[in-house]
């Protein structure tokens, strides 16, 4: 999410997402947001031609609210999209939920099919009952790790670590925050096959997003071009390496 400020311009998250929060509006900008993406996504008559997963950061309020799992299915309902999967990433702080509640909100995702990341990994609150609480898709190990790891060995160490944890629970890891060719060799040494960060793609506008989802899932002499098989952006241009 970012905010076209019509002084300031473009704003990163981090200068407003938790004044939001404070005021008790980041539920409502977050379905603000899904609905824009909906509309975006309808009018830019997107076509997937392979599974594709559609992230999105859920806040303490939404997380805690019955009615989530319910919104997640009239978006993916309105979208009439077969190849396309929700995954709601749960936050590193305020999203801590007691286990009856986790439990709860795990199974409805899991029976809607509907996925499940817990958000910058290895930071803020400690989460790691949530990984017995249910079925999590994905780890999203936190950018610092990945700074980190070539000044201190032992990060590698521990991001080996968190590979193997989340083999355990038949989950994957996503890397944010690569931004250079070494930290993405680095963590393709030890494990990590999903990554995040400016060294793929900048932020971009909606439009921007389908032109380029579009492009690199165009169809090729009559097949659809595998995203697994794309390289970073000085190459090509993805995300996904297994």
């Given at each position: ?83 396309l999967r929700l ?86 890891v996503t890397a ?67």
């Amino acid at each position: 999410m970012r905010w076209q400020h019509p002084q300031a311009g473009m704003l990163p998250p981090g200068s407003f997402l938790l004044r939001l929060e404070e005021e008790g509006l980041l539920a409502a900008a977050t379905r603000q947001m899904l609905r824009q993406l909906s509309i975006a996504w309808k009018r830019a008559q997107v076509r997937l031609l392979q599974p594709f997963f559609l992230s999105f950061n859920a806040c303490g309020q939404q997380l805690h609210d019955d009615t989530l799992v319910a919104q997640c299915q009239a978006l993916l309902q309105d979208l009439q999209e077969g190849q396309l999967r929700l995954m709601i990433e749960m936050p590193e702080r305020g999203g801590d939920l007691g286990p009856v509640h986790c439990r709860r909100l795990f199974a409805q995702c899991e029976h809607a099919d509907i996925a499940i990341a817990l958000d910058d990994f290895g930071v803020g609150d400690a989460r790691l009952h949530q990984l017995a609480c249910g079925r999590i898709s994905c780890l999203k190990l936190d950018r610092s790790f990945v700074a980190a790891m070539h000044g201190n060995s032992m990060y590698s160490r521990l991001i080996e670590k968190i590979v193997a944890l989340a083999a355990v629970f038949g989950a994957s890891v996503t890397a944010e925050g690569v931004e250079t060719l070494a930290q993405w060799q680095g963590l393709r040494r030890i494990g990590v096959r999903r990554f995040q960060g400016y060294y793929f793609a900048r932020p971009m506008a909606l439009p921007d997003f389908f032109a380029r989802l579009n492009h690199v899932r165009r169809p090729v002499g009559g097949h659809a071009t595998q995203a697994s098989t794309m390289k970073p952006v000085s190459e090509r241009g993805c995300c996904r390496d297994d």
